[in-house]
């Protein structure tokens, strides 16, 4: 069972236009949500990340906009440029004890392309 | 500071071959997690280790082990290889805190 759905699989987007991915949750356990970019041939590097108690959260032209009431998150770019091709994965991370032992679960990618 | 290093970056073996694969976390960072990515399944969570004990595991068989040394560095074995293992092995190193996980660029691993 997949504890994070994300859309669409794939998208393509005009530079300068805005990339928009889609998360959705069912844990309400789940308190730190990550986003991971990832390249061809290398490892996915985290690009930003929200807890449940903020709505939003912006850096540079990356935002995350957090829906609690409705479990879902999304990822917003805007200005976006042929650079910011890749993957990009949405994550849901759930605490498991007081060792500070978590589960990162991620969700199925989304492959971004930005035409020039 | 360094990253993530793992090594090899890529290996091929045959089926019923055992394989390890090594991992060096970032300096200072205690916890290190295993996850395999293929294009079927995505990422999925292997084992977390910290401080030299697996605090966590993930739905995988036990011909998937690992360990975890007292420098932090550490190594994820497969034993009786199959064909489905045939995956890219990625590692991540973190503080003690939740959630914020650096990944290394992986191991390439094909199984002919």
């Known amino acids: 069972q997949q504890q994070v759905k994300q859309s669409p699989q794939s998208l393509i987007v005009q530079k300068g236009g805005i990339s928009i991915i889609n998360c959705a949750y069912e844990n309400t356990a789940f308190d730190y949500f990550p986003w991971y970019q990832q390249f061809p041939g290398k490892g996915p590097a985290l690009l930003i990340a929200?807890?449940?108690?903020?709505s939003e959260k912006k850096e540079g032209r990356f935002t995350i906009s957090f829906n609690k009431s409705a479990k879902q998150f999304s990822l917003h770019i805007m200005d976006s440029q042929p650079g910011d091709s890749a993957t990009y994965f949405c994550?849901?991370?759930?605490?498991?004890?007081?060792?500070?032992?978590?589960?990162?679960?991620f969700g199925t990618g989304t492959r971004l392309t930005v035409i020039p | 500071k360094a990253g993530v290093t793992q090594t090899p970056r890529y290996l091929i073996k045959t089926r019923g071959q055992q394989v390890t694969l090594s991992c060096s976390p970032i300096?200072?960072?205690?916890?290190v997690s295993w996850y395999q990515q293929t294009p079927g399944q995505g990422l999925q969570f292997l084992f977390e280790y910290f401080s030299e004990t697996q605090r966590n595991k993930g739905n995988f068989p036990g011909r998937f082990s690992g360990r975890q040394f007292s420098n932090s560095r550490s190594e994820m074995n497969v034993s009786t290889l199959e064909l489905g293992d045939s995956a890219l092995y990625l590692c991540?190193?973190?503080?003690?805190?939740?959630?914020?996980?650096?990944f290394g660029d992986g191991t390439r691993l094909s199984i002919l």
């Open positions: 994550a849901a991370s759930i605490r498991l004890d007081q060792t500070g032992a978590n589960n990162l679960f």
């Open positions: 929200i807890r449940p108690d903020v």
């Open positions: 300096s200072g960072h205690r916890s």
């Open positions: 991540a190193s973190s503080l003690v805190s939740q959630g914020t996980q650096h």
